[in-house]
């Protein structure tokens, strides 16, 4: 199984939180991404997630993304768990993807509970809003909001029975993502994971480090396993 969070979109041109570069210099997302700051000024947040689907919109899959797909297809890689919301695993063709934090391909509305495809609002104008007039909420997991419960059910499902978890690109900070290499390990699955700088599972629960970015690590990986046959 494999974990992923915002640093394997980096080489898809999609800047990470920590180590700010780009946009999350301009908006602190501990200022702009909880659902405190949504309630008080949906406008103001807006700002943010305008640009936000602006760069997702743009960025395409790269090789970590595409090789897990590949892994899957193989019959050695289950499923993986996103913290992402950018949907670059469904389109590297990554068929068991479960969302941790949501996505922006639907809006919600936080009065009335209708949903709409994003596309179609965001086209007549940002802020979209409700046809009862409130401004819509991506249906991505803010900071302050809860894990949808059917999700993290499934979630630590997958995480209580894999043999072994890639840890990708997670700085692992963010709660409660940051549980599931805790669950894996356990119920001793082996944790092995790929980021350029050391988090705070590599001295604890890690059992190998790639130090390294997440597209030529992944690409690696998946070449010394082509040849094995998958497990019966
Ligand atoms: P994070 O920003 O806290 O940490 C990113 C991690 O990726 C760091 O440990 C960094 O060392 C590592 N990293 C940077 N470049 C890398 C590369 N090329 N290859 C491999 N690793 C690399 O991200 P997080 O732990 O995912 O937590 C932040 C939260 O914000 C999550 O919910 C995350 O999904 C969300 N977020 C999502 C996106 C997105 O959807 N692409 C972008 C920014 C933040
Ligand atoms: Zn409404």
């Known amino acids: 199984m494999a974990l992923t ?16 570069q780009g946009m999350w210099e301009k908006y602190d997302p501990m200022e702009y991404a909880t659902i405190g700051a949504f309630l008080k000024d949906p406008e103001r947040v807006w700002a943010m997630l305008s640009e936000m689907v602006d760069v997702f919109s743009r960025a395409v899959p790269n090789p970590a993304h595409t090789c897990l797909a590949d892994m899957e297809k193989m019959g050695v890689l289950r499923s993986v768990i996103t913290q992402n919301v950018d949907g670059l695993h469904q389109a590297a063709g990554s068929r068991k993807v479960i969302e941790f934090h949501g996505n922006v391909e639907e809006l919600v509305c936080l009065a009335c509970f209708r949903r709409y495809p994003s596309r179609e609002r965001i ?27 059917a999700t ?15 840890v990708i690109g997670t700085s692992a900070n963010v709660t409660p993502a940051c549980d599931i290499p805790l669950i894996s390990r356990r119920k001793g699955a082996v944790i092995i994971e790929i980021n350029p700088e050391e988090t705070f599972l590599t001295r604890t629960i890690t059992d190998l480090h790639i130090k390294e970015s ?17 497990p019966s």
């Open 5 to 20: 969070g915002a640093g394997i979109s980096v080489e898809s041109g999609i800047p990470a939180f920590r180590g700010a």
């Open 123 to 149: 086209r007549e104008g940002i802020p979209p809003k409700c046809e009862c007039g409130k401004i819509l909420k991506p249906n991505l997991v803010l900071f302050g909001e809860q894990i949808p419960w």
């Open 152 to 166: 993290q059910e499934e979630a630590e499902a997958e995480a209580k029975s894999c043999a072994a978890l890639l």
């Open 214 to 230: 997440a597209s030529p690590a992944v690409s690696r990986l998946l070449e010394e396993i082509r040849d094995i046959p998958p």
